[in-house]
């Protein structure tokens, strides 16, 4: 895989500054209509120590506008970082759409420095692996451009790299025993990377692999390959803009190539209407559940806390099915200090810049925390694709995108609870009513309550594919009967404990 990287190919001064001045003004030109076009660029550098990964990343920002690009470079992960999944360094250092991000160290280190020094069971190196064509795919998917040098010297020209380096007192620095050790074990580090590459390389997100020898070579070839890449990620994206729609005809039909009509199937059964709408609870009943599950919950949380076990609430349901009642009955039982509350609305500007998950993967707590998300990541599958805000191709991924996101919360250890509670048209239609004749509650009820009322078919079909799409054996969905309060708000209580218990069983 790496012979053609070992040919010793060398471009002269003269080409070079022959070559240089008009891959510089494309380079710019493009970087500007990035930023237009609005995908964000995500280079990967990853390759063998002395083979000019730092030095291209810093002539590409010298290059480029530096305005535009960010530089991600990664060590150990620290506490804060070891505290929360794996990937949420990486989403949470994503570039802005319209911008570059220029990544170092970063999600390929773990795969190949396990490849060459760790003892990994069998099958966990491709487990990592798959988890980053996972990963790209999903980056890829929301429009990304994501490409990815390997940096390629052979060990004889690595140790002569070294040595020159360790003769000039400027730039011994950069040379470490690690880095040696390292060199010791190259031909371990290149069957781990010929595996890597092989794995992980894609249509959607490309290896080039670089000879790094000749810095003027080695300068142009990434120059290049980043100009072409960009270039043809433009012109995918041009491509794909939506045509305009056809007119009618002029006597107010339909267009000529509209095709035959669609075939009207009979409507599902519905996962909803199957619940029981008149499960209750009396309020002195209410009243003893709620005081000993206030009392379980506490002793739950502070063990939790104590252990370092994070825990993520999500609450979706119809509007006015009590989600917020239910979430301040459950935070009395918790100190304030260790749970934060995320009421969920449309994305900010500054979070359209990003993929739709980045908002909800940067607030992903330390461990031994609680977040409670009212509304969350799955308003992608609820109002974003009842109301048109999401393209049918985007919700309809987002299924899988979610059930990786939440595995990754799972598998780190956060104990993950969901509920959809549940009313009945009849009875949300009650609760405006009553919102609206009570003074300090009519701010709840806005216009697009109503709207979205008048949706109600349409929201009950998007909520049966979500449980039905995103319900797994590790996340499952908890479907509360919310027609009555007391009732839904001990299910909910009872669920969280007994989802710390389970969690906490054998820790």
């Not at 506490?79 to 360094?89: A, C, H, I, K, V």
């Not at 939506?242 to 095709?259: I, V």
Request: charged share 30%; aromatic share 10%.
């Amino acid at each position: 895989m790496f012979r053609t990287a070992e040919l010793g190919r060398k471009v002269s001064k003269e080409q070079f500054q022959e070559l240089a001045p008009p891959l510089r003004s494309e380079l710019l030109e493009i970087q500007q209509k990035l930023r237009q076009m609005g995908f964000p660029a995500i280079v990967v550098f990853a390759g063998v120590d002395g083979a000019g990964k730092g030095e291209s990343v810093n002539l590409i920002s010298e290059w480029m506008d530096p305005r535009w690009i960010v530089t991600r470079a990664y060590g150990p992960p620290s506490d804060e970082e070891r505290e929360r999944p794996e990937y949420w360094r990486y989403w949470r250092d994503l570039p802005q759409r319209g911008t570059t991000g220029l990544f170092l160290s970063s999600w390929y280190s773990r795969p190949v420095l396990e490849s060459v020094y760790g003892d990994p069971p069998p099958g966990a190196l491709d487990r990592m692996l798959d988890r980053i064509c996972v990963f790209e795919k999903e980056l890829a998917d929301d429009g990304a451009l994501v490409m990815k040098f390997w940096m390629h010297l052979s060990k004889k020209a690595q140790k002569q790299r070294f040595e020159q380096l360790e003769k000039d007192p400027h730039e011994k620095w950069r040379v470490t025993k690690k880095d040696w050790e390292n060199w010791r074990n190259y031909d371990n580090f290149i069957l781990a990377a010929e595996h890597t590459i092989m794995r992980t390389s894609h249509a959607h997100a490309l290896w080039t692999i670089v000879e790094g020898q000749d810095e003027r070579y080695r300068s142009l070839t990434v120059l290049t390959a980043l100009k072409d890449a960009m270039k043809r990620h433009i012109a995918h994206r041009e491509a794909q803009r939506p045509a305009p729609k056809p007119k009618p005809k002029a006597n107010g039909g339909a267009p000529a190539d509209e095709g035959p009509p669609s075939v009207s199937l009979p409507p599902l059964p519905s996962l909803l209407g199957s619940l029981n709408n008149d499960a209750s609870l009396d309020k002195k009943d209410y009243q003893e559940n709620l005081q000993q599950l206030r009392a379980r919950l506490n002793k739950l949380y502070r063990k939790a806390k104590d252990k370092g076990v994070s825990t993520v609430l999500v609450f979706e349901g119809w509007d006015a099915a009590g989600k917020g009642g239910a979430i301040r009955r459950l935070t009395t039982a918790m100190d304030a200090r260790g749970y934060i509350v995320m009421p969920v609305a449309a994305p900010t500007d500054e979070e359209r810049r990003y993929h739709y998950l980045w908002r909800f993967w940067r607030h992903m707590t330390r461990a031994g925390r609680v977040i409670i998300f009212d509304r969350s990541w799955y308003g992608r599958v609820l109002v974003e694709r009842v109301e048109g805000f999401a393209q049918p191709a985007e919700w309809r991924r987002a299924y899988a995108e979610i059930n990786d996101f939440e595995r990754q919360l799972v598998e780190h250890g956060t104990v993950l609870a969901k509920f959809w509670l549940h009313i009945t048209k009849d009875e949300q239609l009650a609760r405006f009513q009553a919102r609206e004749a009570t003074p300090y509650k009519r701010w709840k009820l806005t216009d697009e309550d109503w709207r979205n009322r008048e949706k109600w078919d349409q929201y009950e079909s998007a909520v049966n594919d979500m449980v039905q799409q995103t319900s797994t054996h590790i996340a499952p969905w908890t479907l509360v009967e919310a027609n009555c309060k007391r009732y839904a708000r001990i299910k909910v209580f009872e669920t969280v404990c007994n989802s710390l218990e389970a969690a906490l069983k054998n820790r």
